[in-house]
């Protein structure tokens, strides 16, 4: 396995190049100066350099500019050292080079922002560096841009107090690392010393006013920011799990949900979950009469609720894990490339952040938490199903960072007061956390609607009140190939999950005998919170927070070589085509998406189309034959319902222009732009809905645009008409109509059961239970091969869109029958030149 990123910002190991060597010979020449000074950085230069591995945190830049002063915030050879080894491997400016700009002299790049002091020469804020009182001073400093950049060395980062002795003496933590600590983890943790870069403070940050109020302002602001590069990366000085445990369980919001249930003595709990609830409520009844024994045992139930949601972070078990992983990984992908990383290494240092990752697989959480890990960034706490609460798997969990809760809060009051309140102490603690908005895996590829519970907790802390505001961080990861793939298909086909076992994770250990392709972890667009906040009309829900997040997840779609094929080749009646004709369709996808790009953010391949079809055949998932009139690529057998997940990842991409092609490809007189747009404006937003797209009406003109530009659209004076049926380009708009077609078709189902003529309004539960069965019946006759065309929560969605935008409403309050728009009506009527004869006779005589 190997890891990428974008050009601009690479993450590498940091060993000693030929401009670090020219260094140390430039330093040879200058040592006769101080000989003794000289010769003892030689000798920890010299013995570091062949031992350490430094990495660098989150994004690495490909150039510092030549006015950069590193600021180390203790006096540290060794610390210095790390900082030459990764300066000379990425080609930053020399910290122990001279600096001349206009009438600035220093003989040196680096300072420490505090210097020992006393007869034990201990390192204290009381005394500063000289160089930096001397450039905070100088007034052409600030003109010349001269640029702070704080810098943090750590030298193998933990999270909390260990269990481990061991780890306890040779981890970073809050505590001065000593040097005892560093000569020590120059063996054992030499590939975990981490380098992290902060944000530049300019000199003319400091304001004006006299040369000692300017550099206390620098120093300050220094100290700030050099305290949130350990925040990001140690994460926060938790105390003892037992000590945190016994605050949640003592704090307010628990206790008050403890004294209303006395005082309900009774409350209502469903079975299942609550059933040992009940019991412990009716002996509390029958026969611990006594006030105080009752709070008692409810506070130690709180108590127990809290040890069982509580993660127990272990450094050493994440070491372990992380080099297990890594392993893993590296047998069964190609490639793992993470992008976008730079949008929160900057981000972490000032916010609280909550990463939201799609969720596809059970590879999802290790895989960016690995990720996390190597580039120095705290690992986060993830919120994990009960579920996976397994034996020996569930304490490994536990100890990599995961923290448990149940499915469901209902009908216990106290689990779900002390469940809120651990997370409340978690952000207030300024630790990351993740969490899926989906709420479980999707089966059918597409994101899920969102799952409040988490995002409603989320707000209610931040109106609480946190020490540090908090940022949501949508996470896209995109499989070339699904480790889950085989399971998916037969859930889709009816089968039922299967739950979470011990045995049947040693039985999936058979797939590692597999490669799986290559995997991209894309980071979006963060969310500040407090902004969000404010620029709703109202303080905003859950609900609004969670599409919003999902919207950005699928902004930042991969749009990989398999998703790409699946999407032109479910289009085809056989799912079969010529070879040439599936790669200039694919070829075509490709242009669309390109012309696009400055309205998204996806990271889309490289290869063309007949690379993507040698791609996905070599992945398994074609099939290649020669005939008489050419080669010919089909779906192998195995995997064609699967190919409809890996479509359903990326339909959203272009659902829009697929839209323009289906009410365009059937066209026989010009349709003016106008018309059209209206005609896009009325349909396409329940489809943005249900796919989680932000959409305007400017974004349908921009795509008739490259439509046109295309050749699949022909725009003239008198309107818009699709190209002429025999040419290539009116194959390829039947084609690209084809992403959206089961879409139309779903969605046509729903309306015709509320327009049909001769029929009584339905209520809206039968509304759903008949779109449903129709839709099954439909997708049999017409060989509609796609699991998903008849999902239950689709129509749900839909026929809720409908009624919360007004378009279908119930008659009367006493009378729930449905009754519809009269645009929904026009609608019907323009359907019948767009959907096929053959589908709306399967739909109308039911």
């Not at 011990?502 to 250990?509: N, Q, T």
Request: charged share 25%; glycine share 6%.
């Amino acid at each position: 396995m190997t890891t990428s990123g974008s050009p601009a910002h690479r993450t590498a190991s940091a060993p000693v190049d030929s401009t670090g060597k020219h260094r140390i010979a430039q330093r040879k020449r200058r040592a006769s100066a101080q000989p003794l000074r000289s010769l003892r950085y030689r000798l920890a230069r010299g013995l570091i350099g062949r031992i350490v591995r430094p990495r660098i945190a989150g994004a690495v830049p490909e150039s510092l500019p030549p006015t950069t002063v590193y600021v180390l915030p203790l006096r540290s050879l060794s610390d210095l050292v790390v900082l030459d080894i990764a300066c000379a491997a990425h080609g930053w400016p020399d910290p122990l080079g001279t600096m001349h700009i206009g009438e600035i002299h220093e003989k040196r790049r680096f300072a420490f922002l505090a210097r020992p002091a006393g007869w034990l020469r201990r390192n204290t804020m009381q005394t500063y560096s000289e160089r930096l009182m001397r450039l905070a001073a100088d007034p052409q400093a600030a003109l010349a841009n001269v640029a702070l950049l704080p810098v943090q060395i750590f030298w193998g980062h933990t999270t909390q107090r260990e269990h481990s002795l061991i780890a306890q003496l040779f981890s970073e933590n809050w505590a001065a690392t000593t040097r005892l600590r560093r000569l020590i983890n120059l063996v054992i943790a030499r590939h975990r010393i981490v380098v992290h870069l902060g944000t530049p403070l300019n000199l003319a940050e400091a304001g004006d006013g006299d040369a000692n109020r300017r550099f206390r302002r620098c120093a300050r602001l220094l100290r700030v920011r050099l305290h949130g590069q350990k925040l990001a990366t140690l994460g926060p000085d938790f105390s003892h799990r037992r000590t945190l445990v016994d605050q949640v369980a003592k704090s307010r919001p628990v206790q008050a949900a403890i004294e209303r249930t006395l005082a309900n003595k009774a409350p209502a709990a469903p079975s299942g979950q609550a059933a040992r609830w009940r019991r412990t409520l009716k002996a509390l009844t029958r026969t611990e009469r006594d006030a105080e024994k009752r709070v008692r045992r409810l506070q130690s139930r709180a108590r127990k609720a809290a040890l069982g949601i509580a993660s127990d972070m272990s450094y050493p078990t994440i070491v372990a894990l992380a080099n297990l992983f890594r392993a893993f990984f590296k047998r069964i992908y190609d490639e793992v490339a993470l992008n976008g990383l730079e949008r929160v290494t900057e981000l972490a240092q000032t916010h609280t952040l909550i990463y939201v990752p799609s969720h596809r697989s059970h590879m999802d959480y290790l895989l960016l938490s690995l990720l996390l890990f190597e580039r120095g960034l705290m690992l986060p706490h993830i919120a994990s199903g009960d579920n996976l609460n397994l034996p020996v798997i569930g304490g490994l969990l536990r100890r990599g960072g995961a923290f448990f809760m149940r499915r469901s809060f209902h009908g216990d009051p106290i689990y779900a007061a002390v469940f809120s309140e651990y997370l409340y102490q978690v952000y207030r603690r300024g630790h990351c956390v993740e969490f899926f908005p989906e709420g479980g895996r999707s089966r059918t590829g597409r994101l899920l609607p969102a799952r409040t519970g988490l995002l409603s907790m989320t707000l209610d802390h931040a109106q609480r009140g946190l020490p540090r505001p908090i940022a949501l961080v949508p996470v896209y990861l995109g499989y070339e190939l699904l480790i889950e793939g085989g399971a998916y298909v037969e859930e889709l086909r009816g089968s039922t999950k299967r739950r979470e076992s011990f045995g049947g994770i040693v039985r999936g250990l058979r797939f590692i005998r597999q490669r799986y392709g290559r995997v991209d972890v894309n980071v979006g667009e963060p969310l500040r919170l407090d902004e969000w906040r404010t620029g709703q009309r109202t303080n905003g829900d859950a609900a609004t927070l969670g599409r919003e997040m999902l919207t950005r997840v699928n902004r930042s779609a991969s749009v990989n070589p398999v998703n790409l094929t699946a999407l032109t080749l479910l289009c085809a009646p056989q799912l079969a085509m010529k070879a040439t004709e599936l790669a200039a369709q694919i070829d075509c996808c490709l242009e669309l998406l390109r012309l696009d790009a400055a309205h998204h953010d996806y990271r889309i391949t490289s290869l063309n189309g007949a690379q993507v079809m040698d791609r996905v055949a070599h992945l398994g998932l074609l099939s290649r034959e020669i005939e008489p009139f050419g080669e010919v690529v089909a779906a192998e057998p195995a995997a064609a319902v699967l190919m409809t997940w890996y479509r359903n990842n990326t339909a959203h991409v272009l659902a829009l222009p697929s839209l323009i092609a289906f009410l365009m490809e059937n066209r026989r007189t010009p349709l003016r732009p106008e018309r059209l747009e209206r005609m896009v404006a009325t349909i396409f937003p329940y489809t943005a809905w249900e796919l989680h797209i932000n959409f305007t009406p400017g974004d349908t003109v921009r795509w008739i645009g490259h439509l046109a530009a295309c050749g699949l659209i022909l725009d003239s004076s008198t309107g818009l008409r699709p190209p002429p049926i025999d040419s290539p380009e009116s194959r390829r708009l039947h084609l690209l109509a084809g992403i959206i077609r089961q879409t139309m078709e779903r969605q046509y189902i729903v309306l015709s059961l509320l327009t049909r003529a001769g029929t009584n309004p339905s209520t809206r539960t039968d509304l759903k239970a008949q779109s449903q069965r129709i839709a099954h019946k439909t997708a049999r006759l017409c060989g509609i091969n796609a699991p998903e065309f008849f999902d239950q929560r689709l129509f749900d969605g839909f026929i809720d869109k409908l009624i919360e935008d007004g378009l279908v409403f119930e008659q009367s309050e006493d009378d729930p029958r449905l009754g519809y728009s009269p645009v929904l009506a026009e609608v019907m009527r323009a359907s019948v030149r767009v959907i096929d004869n053959e589908f709306r006779h399967a739909v109308l005589n039911d």
